[in-house]
């Protein structure tokens, strides 16, 4: 009966059906409402059968944490090496795991020979950079992070980058168009972060990316979604809270773009050594988070930057000053659940 069935409704009918138990996954939840779970990983990191593990039972994506930045893929002049991120790819193809681009221009992993160019090789250098490196992978990859962080942190503009600096604020456009001329089927996104909370600081910087947006859509700019990284903080000295998220989320909306969320976590940096207190916390951001975005009919995907405490960038970049490492991600150390857990599949749950 069930094969009739299959063979009625065709093949790839059968091989969306979830299997066994796939529903009580982030992804299998995440899935059940329309959505993709995803998470950033390394080659490095699927090296270790747990993490690999927990990377392909609960996500739908992965995206590359470092391996498509230009410092790795281009480090000398027209020498391009994709081993690394192809790497990834065959990964996700073997797991059935779709792959997000991530990131073609950025002010950070940048090779000192980009760094060094004056205005007109740089733009000869982006054109070459994103022709080669999307078109390497058209119509493979369903999106890009085209632009990264282009947002001042004062909310004041644009970013003073070299970008900035050498091109001129047309930069931006002119990414976006050399990005979907290599391949006109791929989401183009622009990422950004610090535009979740409630602050002073995160209205300045909205209004500045909802200006930015509404200029590249008057121009008729290529641009299909936009990704809020979601850097979240448990600050300790109250709830962290997302009051002013979904209306925000509705006037991206209006402006006919997707949202992704492309970088979740919740730095506990500040939050008491004990862990039931941090955990505890950590899981409340992430309740008052989803609660916030999840409704938003435009949202497509959610990225954790990582799945388990054990990979993630916060213990370099933002440690904690008594030492003990951080409990940002979805899963412990160890892969385990956690209260984070329980708060993300309780949210993804809710109808
Ligand atoms: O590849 C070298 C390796 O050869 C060397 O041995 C090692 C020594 O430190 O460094 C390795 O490079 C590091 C790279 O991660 C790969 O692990 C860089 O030093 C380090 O700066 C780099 O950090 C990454 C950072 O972006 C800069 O690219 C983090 O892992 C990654 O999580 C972080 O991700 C960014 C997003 O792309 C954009 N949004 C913010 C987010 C967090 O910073």
Do not use: C
């Amino acid at each position: 009966m069930f094969l009739a069935v299959v063979g009625a409704l065709g093949w790839s009918v059968a091989r969306a059906l979830p299997p066994p138990g796939a529903s009580k996954t982030l992804q299998g939840l995440a899935a059940a409402r329309g959505l993709r779970w995803g998470t950033a990983v390394t080659n490095a990191q699927l090296q270790n059968p747990d993490l690999r593990r927990l990377v392909t039972s609960q996500s739908g994506l992965i995206v590359p944490e470092s391996e498509l930045k230009w410092d790795g893929v281009e480090a000398a002049p027209g020498r391009f090496d994709f081993s690394a991120p192809d790497r990834l790819l065959a990964f996700a193809r073997e797991h059935g795991l779709a792959m997000r681009g991530h990131t073609l221009l950025w002010h950070e992993q940048l090779p000192a020979w980009v760094r060094a160019l004056p205005a007109a090789e740089l733009d000869k250098a982006l054109a070459t950079y994103i022709g080669t490196v999307v078109g390497h992978y058209r119509g493979q990859l369903p999106s890009w992070d085209v632009v990264n962080e282009p947002i001042a942190d004062d909310g004041t503009g644009l970013r003073r980058t070299l970008w900035l600096e050498r091109l001129g604020p047309d930069y931006i456009a002119r990414a976006l168009t050399l990005a979907h001329q290599a391949d006109p089927k791929a989401a183009l996104v622009i990422n950004e972060y610090g535009l979740e909370g409630d602050d002073a600081k995160t209205a300045r910087k909205r209004q500045a990316f909802l200006k930015l947006l509404r200029q590249l859509r008057d121009r008729g700019v290529p641009l299909d979604a936009v990704g809020l990284q979601a850097h979240l903080y448990a600050n300790g000295s109250g709830p962290t809270t997302f009051r002013t998220l979904p209306a925000f989320l509705r006037e991206l909306a209006a402006l006919n773009l997707d949202i992704y969320v492309t970088e979740l976590d919740v730095n506990d940096r500040e939050l008491p050594a004990a862990i039931p207190e941090r955990d505890r916390d950590v899981a409340a951001v992430y309740s008052a988070f989803l609660a916030a975005v999840l409704p938003e009919p435009r949202l497509r995907l959610i990225t954790s930057w990582g799945l388990s405490d054990r990979t993630t960038w916060l213990n370099s970049f933002f440690p904690r000053a008594d030492g003990l490492p951080q409990r940002p991600l979805p899963f412990d150390e160890n892969s385990q659940a956690k209260p984070a857990t329980a708060a993300i599949m309780a949210a993804l749950s809710k109808p």
